[in-house]
């Protein structure tokens, strides 16, 4: 059972526009959740976090707002830049735990 | 500051060989854990350890042993290849206190 899911396996968003990648999660010990970004042949980069005391939470063109009560995240990122073709994955994690758990990748694309 | 650096790059193994793929940080983080990414199945966990002499089972440990001797290395052995067990792998690791995981760049395995 699949504990942190990104249904949408690609992404395709025109340069400048916005692009929203989502996640859900399905354990509400979950208060912890990570967005990395990975381009091929290399390890995934830490791109934005938020902890489960907030709600939102910005980094110059990103943010990630996080919704609870849905067990939903989602990362918006805006404008989009041809740079930030990549597969993007959300992860979360129990504070204590040490287990993190990802989901199976987003594939944004952005067209110039 | 290297960071997290894994070692082979790449490695083509025969079913029933063995071998160990290397991690090593130098950020002195008290968490290492090794995942592994397939197709479809984003990143999963196989073991972790949260100090020296400490490790514990993630999502998908069957097939690998691991063990931390010191705080820098944490070295994940393959005692006997499985097709299965082609992939990519990636070693991470964190702070005590900040829950951001940094990872190394990746190990391709193919067992033919």
């Known amino acids: 059972d699949q504990q942190v899911k990104q249904n949408s396996p690609s992404l395709s968003v025109q340069e400048g526009r916005i692009s929203i990648l989502n996640c859900d999660y399905t354990n509400s010990m979950f208060d912890y959740f990570l967005w990395y970004k990975k381009y091929p042949a290399e390890g995934p980069t830490f791109l934005i976090s938020i902890s489960s005391i907030k709600d939102k939470n910005e980094d110059g063109r990103f943010t990630v707002f996080l919704n609870k009560s849905a067990k939903h995240l989602s990362l918006h990122i805006v404008p989009s830049q041809p740079g930030d073709s990549a597969v993007y994955f959300c992860?979360?994690?129990?504070?204590?735990?040490?287990?993190?758990?990802f989901g199976t990748g987003t594939r944004l694309k952005v067209l110039a | 500051n290297a960071g997290v650096t894994q070692t082979p790059k790449f490695q083509v193994l025969k079913t029933g060989q063995s071998m160990t793929l290397q991690c090593a940080q130098d950020?002195?983080?008290?968490?290492m854990s090794w995942y592994r990414q397939d197709p479809g199945m984003g990143l999963r966990l196989i073991h972790y350890?949260?100090?020296?002499?400490?490790?514990d089972q993630g999502e998908v440990p069957n097939g690998y042993n691991v063990s931390r001797s010191t705080t820098e290395d944490f070295p994940l052995r393959l005692l006997s290849a499985a097709p299965s067990q082609t992939s990519v792998y990636f070693c991470a690791s964190r702070g005590q206190k900040n829950e951001k995981l940094f990872f190394g760049s990746g190990t391709q395995l193919s067992v033919l």
């Open positions: 350890s949260v100090g020296a002499g400490i490790t």
């Open positions: 992860a979360a994690t129990a504070s204590g735990t040490y287990k993190y758990i």
């Open positions: 950020m002195n983080h008290e968490y």
